[in-house]
């Protein structure tokens, strides 16, 4: 695992993404966009890479 800054919170990536916590669960489950866990807790984080990819991809298609 990177960094634990160059990840964010569920909360966050619904905020950058703007979608709801349960969406990213839904797509974690699905494959569609994975999280990884927190080494600690178990709490689910995404990539802020990924996140900015996956808005840049919905960005141009839109």
Do not use: F, Q
């Not at 990884?36 to 298609?61: E, F, M, Q």
């Amino acid at each position: 695992m990177d960094h634990l800054d160059t990840y964010v919170t569920i909360r966050e990536a619904a905020k950058m993404l703007g979608v709801c916590e349960a969406t990213l669960r839904r797509w974690d489950k699905l494959g569609k966009l994975k999280a990884v866990r927190h080494p600690i807790n178990g709490y689910r984080l995404y990539k802020v890479d990924s996140l900015k990819t996956l808005i840049r991809t919905a960005t141009s298609h839109g």
